[in-house]
């Protein structure tokens, strides 16, 4: 990864806490969570098992959306270098 981006991604972790540990960072973002964008600022549509036992979890109209900043900027900000190389985001 460019050092731009581990640094942007090392900047959001400091700024927020995490009760999984920072498990996707960790693992290389082998563990990402599925989540869908759609369009909102800071959201993200949660499309995991078990949604409400996340932290970043916000549920709303039967749905779940995630408020993780760190998956947040990887999905909106990496989406499209990630697809071209890997497949997914």
Excluded at 7 to 32: D, H, P, T, V, W
Aim: charged share 30%; proline share 3%; with cysteine.
């Amino acid at each position: 990864m460019e050092e731009r981006i581990l640094q942007e991604i090392n900047e959001i972790k400091k700024r927020m806490l995490c009760s999984k540990g920072f498990l996707c960072s960790e693992s290389g973002y082998a563990q990402l969570c599925k989540a869908k964008d759609i369009g909102l600022k800071r959201h993200l549509l949660c499309q995991e098992q078990g949604p409400s036992l996340c932290d970043f979890s916000l549920p709303f109209d039967q749905k779940y959306y995630c408020g993780c900043p760190l998956r947040v900027y990887l999905k909106k900000k990496l989406q499209k270098k990630m697809l071209l190389k890997a497949g997914a985001v």
